[in-house]
């Protein structure tokens, strides 16, 4: 997507591989400190064949692990500076509502993480959050601060700044080689281009592009299924666009999460989707038939006959999208350990996007060597034992 007045050219100062929300929000940090930065994209723009398709994703305050808690205020300052620079609206403030067993874990993590000690019973959640019902003896938590991020457009935003800083983006053009060295080579389906640094932030793709590297990430690609849900009287289950999003924790029958956005994409259609998904290669994700059984799906409609009364309990449409996990759901940020001049950030594991603009923070810190501004001791490679090999 270069534009017209760009010159074709070969070296710059950073290559960045990667056009999701994560590789832009990286390329953008690094135009804003005038480095004259690549960044490759290896499918036409726009496209759903990733992780940050789509209209809508959670942005929290709530986790239970303190360190990402404490990287959000950044996260959300971040993303306002963000709107700033484009006259965009990219958040829209919802509330959302924590619920699980009571004195379970990770809730109470959460709880704590906010500084709030208010726990809402069915009745206070009923006047939150109308059309759900909390099961007998279950709780909920609010976070306040939480809301929707209006996806695709925060995308196409934080690429709009980047091009603006003199960045240049080139989509259709799959990377075939890396070739490493004190200045890295890029080899795509288009062109050769080369630089003193590069940054790789493929998703689901990343696995294949780091073991040419001599690199074998732990990296899991699953398929998810996003599924949208019909009220039964529209207007009845209270699902409006400015409803509570809100997450599960700790139930029996849906261990990895259930989460539900308010009716934005699809007037009268609440998103609501297991945090889950089936293993798959991001080549042949599409592929898979239609007849195949979704597991998934059978968690969903029991969940929302017990919980959203108000609505079908068969989805009325149903999306696709990639999670890239890694085995304990935490980032990867770090620098090649063989290759200092080479930083990797994979693994968002499905909770990446909201914390999109500090990951790219971090990214371009580590690429200039600079000190990171957070934390990055549960980001590290080494965490995982014998990743190194053969190149």
């Known amino acids: 997507m270069a534009a017209p007045s760009q010159p074709q050219k070969s070296t710059?100062?950073?290559?960045?591989?990667?056009?999701?929300?994560?590789?832009?929000f990286t390329a953008y940090h690094l135009a804003q400190r005038h480095k004259d930065t690549l960044l490759l994209e290896q499918f036409l723009l726009p496209h759903?064949?990733?992780?940050?398709?789509?209209?809508?994703?959670?942005?929290?305050?709530?986790?239970?692990q303190e360190y990402y808690s404490r990287m959000m205020p950044d996260s959300f300052h971040l993303w306002q500076q963000l709107e700033a620079e484009t006259g965009t609206t990219l958040y829209r403030q919802t509330g959302l509502v924590l619920?699980?067993?009571?004195?379970?874990?990770?809730?109470?993590?959460?709880?704590?993480?906010?500084?709030?000690?208010e726990v809402l019973d069915a009745t206070a959640l009923a006047q939150r959050l109308p059309g759900f019902r909390l099961q007998p003896g279950q709780v909920a938590v609010l976070d306040s601060t939480a809301g929707v991020l209006f996806a695709d457009r925060?995308?196409?935003a934080v690429q709009e700044v980047f091009r603006r800083h003199g960045g240049t983006l080139r989509d259709g053009e799959k990377v075939l080689r890396i070739e490493p060295g004190a200045t890295v080579t890029v080899t795509t389906s288009s062109g050769v281009y080369k630089a003193p640094r590069l940054i790789i932030t493929a998703g689901a793709w990343t696995g294949a592009l780091v073991e040419q590297l001599g690199l074998r990430l732990p990296l899991q690609p699953l398929r998810i299924d996003v599924c949208y849900w019909r009220e039964k009287q529209p207007g009845s289950a209270g699902l409006g666009s400015v409803s509570p999003c809100f997450l599960t924790?700790?139930?029996s029958?849906?261990?990895?999460?259930?989460?539900?956005?308010p009716s934005i994409e699809y007037p009268g259609l609440m998103k609501v989707c297991h945090h889950h998904g089936s293993p798959t290669d991001p080549e042949k994700r599409d592929?898979?038939?239609?007849?195949?059984?979704?597991p998934d799906i059978a968690v969903l409609s029991s969940f929302i006959s017990s919980y959203l009364p108000g609505l079908e309990t068969q989805p009325a449409v149903m999306e696709t999208c990639l999670y890239t996990n890694t085995p304990d759901e935490d980032f990867i940020l770090d620098r090649h350990p063989k290759f200092s001049n080479i930083v990797i950030g994979a693994g968002f594991s499905g909770h990446g996007f909201k914390l999109a603009p500090v990951v790219g923070k971090l990214l371009c810190e580590l690429s200039l060597g600079e000190e990171p501004s957070h934390d990055m001791a549960h980001f590290a490679i080494t965490r995982f034992p014998n990743v190194l090999g053969a190149a």
């Open 99 to 117: 619920l699980g067993p009571p004195g379970e874990p990770e809730l109470e993590a959460c709880r704590k993480n906010l500084g709030v000690d």
């Open 154 to 156: 925060a995308l196409r």
């Open 12 to 24: 710059y100062d950073v290559i960045v591989i990667g056009a999701g929300i994560q590789g832009s």
């Open 287 to 294: 592929q898979a038939p239609s007849s195949a059984p979704r």
């Open 253 to 261: 029958q849906a261990p990895h999460g259930i989460y539900g956005l």
């Open 249 to 251: 924790l700790g139930l």
């Open 48 to 64: 759903s064949r990733g992780s940050s398709h789509g209209q809508s994703r959670i942005i929290r305050s709530a986790y239970a």
